[in-house]
């Protein structure tokens, strides 16, 4: 999905082909690599746009001795449909690293649906983390895996707090437009 709304967004600004794109993500950092993102996929994911109306080709630019280059401009319900892959993309997060995307497309989205999405994103992890504390206490420790127990409990709650103050601290800055 992360790929699609990249391609979207791009397509929002000018119209493009998808080795361009792929160029402009690898240089100077080599993002595309860094992904995961190959040739084949991008190219996978323009087709598939294609297929769902949410992109179209332009132009074909014939180059001797090149292969032909298509190039795409986004549709109207490609615009409609960006929004909604972004909203969708801020619910299925499991983390802010799965929302770079939707965060650096914020401008495509009403921030106060993403804050509120945010917000009950933060509010069942909070409510999760406190319901999982509670059963230390039920917990048997034997001598034997104390150390264990101890070293769990303390890679959790700083993940857990970790995660909390990163959601808290992200919600603050789109709420005052930093982001």
Avoid: C
């Avoid at 294609?50 to 401009?73: M, N, S, W, Y």
């Avoid at 103050?165 to 005052?176: D, S, T, V």
């Amino acid at each position: 999905m992360s790929i699609q709304i990249f391609i979207l967004s791009k397509l929002m600004e000018d119209n493009t082909y998808p080795y361009k794109l792929k160029k402009q993500l690898s240089e100077p950092i080599p993002l595309d690599q860094l992904s995961g993102l190959t040739e084949s996929k991008l190219y996978y994911h323009f087709d598939s746009l294609a297929k769902k109306g949410l992109i179209e080709t332009v132009e074909i630019i014939k180059e001797e001795h090149r292969p032909d280059k298509q190039v795409f401009r986004i549709t109207d319900k490609g615009r409609e449909e960006l929004p909604k892959k972004i909203y969708k993309l801020f619910e299925s997060a499991d983390a802010i690293s799965d929302m770079v995307v939707g965060l650096a497309n914020l401008k495509y989205v009403d921030r106060n649906n993403v804050v509120g999405i945010l917000e009950k994103k933060l509010k069942d992890f909070t409510d999760r983390w406190d319901y999982i504390k509670g059963y230390e206490k039920h917990i048997q420790k034997d001598k034997e895996k104390e150390k264990f127990v101890e070293f769990m409990n303390g890679y959790f709650s700083t993940r857990s707090e970790h995660t909390i103050h990163w959601l808290e601290e992200l919600i603050k800055g789109i709420k005052q437009g930093e982001i």
